[in-house]
C-alpha cells in the first residue's frame, strides 16, 4: 500500500472511530490531583502515525494535557540505555501485578518495585535517573521526551504544584524505596523528579510521534534521530504490553493486543511494531484510572485494522515475510 492509500485509510478509521465514540460520556475526570479536575471532560481526540511519518487525525489532537503516566515508558526506555537492562532490574522488576497502579507494596521475592509502569516502580526509575544524571536529571528528561515528540514539551506550572501539595502518597512511595535500597538518590529529589515529567504538556499528536518512536525501533519518524536504542525498546514495548494498564491489563491484552500506556490526565499511548503508533486524549476515567473512550477508541481501532499482536490478518514487521495467503 503506497503513502497516500496509507493516509487516507488511516484518516478514515480515525474519524469512523471518533465519531462512533463521540457520544460515550462513561466516567469522571481524575480529581485526586485538584489541578486536574479542572479539564473540560468531553475532549476527545485521535491521531495515528506510521514509521514513515504519515498522519492520520480526528477530534481534538491538538489540545495540551499533561503526560503523566504515559511519561513512565519513556523513562523507562531513557534508564535502560543509560545503565542496561540488568542495572535496572537490580531497582525494578518486570513482573504484572494485579493491584491499583499507586498501590504501596513491594516483590516480596526482590524487595523492589514489581514494574515500571506502577508508581512505584516509575519513582524507582526516577531515583536511578536523579542518582545517574545529578541536579541535571529533569532537564534530560524533558530533552530525551521532547526528541520523542519531534518538539519541545514544557511543565504545566499548576499542575506540578498541584502534584507536589498533594502527593504525599508518591512521597512515602520513594522513602520506601530509598530505604529498601532500589536507588541511593534522595528520595525527595527522586519523587520531585517524577512529578515533573508527569507534568509535561503533551497533546493526542504528540503521542502519536511517540509512539511511532517506538514502532520505528526508537527513531523519530519526523526528524529521522535516533532517540532510544534497540534494546531499550524491545524491552520497553515488552513491560508495557503484560503491565501497561495496571489491574486492567490482562484483559486489555486479550481484547487489544497491543503494547500501551495510560495515564490519568486523559492520555493513551499504543504501539504497532514497525507499523504504528497511536495517541489518543479523553479525560474520563473509568473504576481502573485509565481513559474510558480512549481503551474504547484502541480497542476499536485494534478490531477494525486488525492490529492485534496475535490476529491473523496482521502480517507484522515488514521485515518479515506476509502470512496472509496469496
Known amino acids: ?36 479536575a479542572a479539564m473540560p471532560p468531553d475532549l476527545f481526540g485521535i491521531a495515528l502515525m506510521t514509521p514513515s511519518g504519515a498522519v492520520a487525525e480526528a477530534g481534538d489532537t491538538r489540545h495540551p494535557f499533561t503526560i503523566q503516566s504515559v511519561s513512565k515508558c519513556f523513562t523507562y526506555a531513557m534508564v535502560l540505555d543509560l545503565l542496561g537492562r540488568d542495572a535496572v532490574r537490580a531497582g525494578v522488576g518486570v513482573q504484572p501485578v494485579g493491584e491499583p497502579f499507586n498501590v504501596i507494596e513491594l516483590d516480596p521475592r526482590s524487595n523492589r518495585p514489581f514494574n515500571p509502569m506502577i508508581n512505584s516502580g516509575a519513582i524507582a526509575v526516577a531515583g536511578l535517573l536523579r542518582q545517574t544524571l545529578g541536579p541535571d536529571a529533569f532537564a534530560m528528561v524533558k530533552a530525551r521526551l521532547s526528541a520523542c515528540a519531534g518538539r519541545m514539551l514544557e511543565v504545566d506550572a499548576a499542575v506540578h504544584a498541584s502534584e507536589a501539595e498533594s502527593g504525599h502518597r508518591n512521597r512515602a512511595i520513594a522513602h520506601l524505596l530509598r530505604a529498601a535500597g532500589a536507588f541511593t538518590a534522595d528520595p525527595q529529589e527522586a519523587v520531585e523528579l517524577y512529578f515533573l515529567q508527569c507534568s509535561l504538556l503533551v497533546t493526542a499528536h504528540d503521542l502519536a510521534v511517540m509512539g511511532a518512536t517506538l514502532a520505528a525501533i526508537g527513531t523519530n519518524p519526523l526528524s529521522g534521530k535516533e532517540v532510544f536504542g534497540v534494546d531499550a525498546v524491545r524491552d520497553t514495548l515488552s513491560v508495557m504490553f503484560t503491565c501497561g494498564l495496571y489491574d486492567g491489563a490482562g484483559d486489555w491484552a486479550c481484547r487489544v493486543g497491543l503494547p500501551a ?49 496475535f490476529d491473523a490478518t496482521n502480517s507484522g514487521s515488514s521485515l518479515l515475510p506476509s502470512l496472509a495467503p496469496g
Request: hydrophobic residues 40%; contains cysteine.
Open 1 to 36: 500500500m503506497h503513502a497516500p492509500d496509507i493516509r487516507h485509510s488511516l484518516s478514515s478509521a480515525a474519524r469512523e472511530t471518533h465519531a462512533r465514540l463521540h457520544g460515550r460520556i462513561e466516567g469522571a475526570v481524575a480529581s485526586y490531583i485538584p489541578a486536574l
Open 261 to 309: 500506556k495510560s495515564g490519568v490526565g486523559g492520555g493513551v499511548v499504543a504501539v504497532v511494531n514497525r507499523q504504528l503508533g497511536l495517541g489518543v486524549f479523553s479525560p474520563r476515567l473509568n473504576a481502573d484510572g485509565n481513559p474510558h473512550r480512549g481503551l474504547l477508541a484502541c480497542e476499536m481501532l485494534a478490531e477494525d485494522l486488525g492490529l492485534h499482536a
